[in-house]
């Protein structure tokens, strides 16, 4: 890509900001929103909600490794908009009580539409929207937006649920549950498909869509490939973002360090939750934006550093409790660093130079190694606070915080030097 003149349209970023989040609103946003529910409705346990998410998990692995070149075959807007539509169909099995296999089945199928038909997809068109100039800036949107409108969603889906429930009724019946719960689910998946089908017709930066159609290949070959498999940027990556993705799965537990170290109370823990929701924005759009003014993978090692530290003070127990100042300003240092990173790790791509005609492939390969978190991370972080009650259990979870976080600082380092290197070295 030549000197950023590209135009950068405000309805596209916002475009990719709401399928972003939209994508993964049915498997993941309304299960958390309404975990009690959904265990209740469908009669499952938590351990076997578990399942459905390592099914999905596993899925999507092997789907980034082929919708990687998918996304360098065919135009992002295309692939995007029917992953979003294919989802929401799924919603109409999900609405009418499937039983514990036809939901495994149903976690699979998302792993598919979701990933191999979206993921690079998404992260090449807000590469291209973000130019030579404006990475940082773009994938800061990307992600701080995509926080938000995950909140707005859930918001959205209480409000709903709560105005079909009786008014009256303080323990709600299994029917009345599953019918309140299958309005949300059909109505979140009709604006899913109305997403779908913006983005589809309208995620262009120009009227005929010219400059997504003059990043793609019309044949990804084995050769593509290994040429991908040649750059060091993208071995270092998959090592940051597999190190970052487990900082990201382990800010789940801050709400249950207040209760369980800090002695929070349900609701002041649950507000301490909601507090990280409104961090991930802000951080988001910040970082991006500073990003752009100098290196991104400065800011990169950076994150990494803050998780450090932060991940350092939780894990050495030397937080009393009812220190309400320290115990956030602790928070905020981690979630900084952890937000910053997750921000960045694909915002580098530019400055690794790798082709942004094989960003889809580049995407594929990369993710493949950095997010086995979504396999591992959540047994690693289940075995030391069930083996473990309390304190010590959370303090053995900020340890392998800290552990990964050195890791990724290391190769966002290497990352650094590297870009340094090849930004000096003459072109032959």
């Known amino acids: 890509m030549k000197k950023d003149n590209i135009k950068k349209p405000v309805h596209y970023i916002i475009l990719l900001i709401l399928a972003g989040e939209a994508v993964f609103i049915l498997p993941f946003v309304l299960a958390r929103v309404f975990r009690a529910t959904v265990l209740d409705v469908f009669q499952v346990t938590n351990t076997q909600l578990g399942y459905c998410f390592s099914i999905y998990g596993l899925v999507a692995l092997v789907s980034y490794l082929f919708g ?107 029917i009345e549950q599953r019918q309140a719960f299958k309005a949300v689910i059909l109505i979140t998946s009709g604006i899913v498909i109305l997403i779908g089908l913006l983005v589809y017709f309208f995620l262009k930066l120009d009227t005929k869509g010219t400059i997504e159609k003059e990043t793609i290949k019309e044949h990804i070959t084995l050769k593509n490939i290994k040429e991908v498999l040649q750059l060091k940027a993208v071995w270092l990556l998959m090592i940051i973002i597999l190190c970052a993705y487990v900082g990201y799965k382990i800010t789940d537990i801050f709400s249950l360090y207040a209760k369980d170290v800090m002695k929070y109370s349900e609701i002041e823990a649950a507000q301490t939750g909601t507090f990280l929701l409104f961090i991930r924005p802000l951080v988001g759009v910040l970082i991006g934006v500073l990003a752009d003014r100098s290196k991104a993978s400065l800011y990169l090692c950076i994150g990494f550093l803050l998780s450090i530290i932060g991940a350092s003070i939780f894990a050495s127990g030397v937080l ?25 790790y694909f915002a580098v791509m530019q400055e690794g130079k790798i082709p942004l005609t094989l960003t889809g492939t580049a995407v594929g390969l990369i993710s493949f190694i950095g997010y086995t978190p979504d396999i591992f991370a959540g047994p690693m972080i289940g075995y030391f606070l069930d083996g473990w009650n309390g304190e010590q259990g959370h303090s053995y979870v900020f340890i392998a915080l800290g552990i990964f976080s050195t890791i990724g600082f290391l190769a966002s380092i290497l990352f650094y030097k590297h870009s340094k290197q090849i930004s000096t070295t003459p072109k032959a």
């Open 320 to 344: 009393p409790e009812n220190t309400t100042l320290f115990f956030f300003t602790s928070i905020i240092i981690t979630a900084i660093g952890v937000y910053a990173v997750r921000v960045l």
């Open 68 to 174: 990687g070149p998918l996304a360098d075959k065919f135009q992002p807007r295309k692939l995007m908009g029917i992953s979003l539509i294919l989802t929401a169909i799924g919603s109409f099995v999900y609405a009418n009580n499937p039983s514990y296999t036809t939901l495994k089945i149903l976690y699979g199928y998302w792993g598919f539409t979701t990933i191999c038909l979206f993921w690079a997809g998404m992260i090449k068109a807000t590469r291209i929207w973000g130019g030579t100039d404006s990475q940082g800036k773009a994938f800061g949107f990307l992600d701080g937006g995509r926080g938000l409108v995950g909140a707005l969603f859930g918001l959205l889906g209480v409000l709903i649920f709560a105005f079909l429930m009786p008014d009256n009724d303080v323990d709600l019946n299994t």
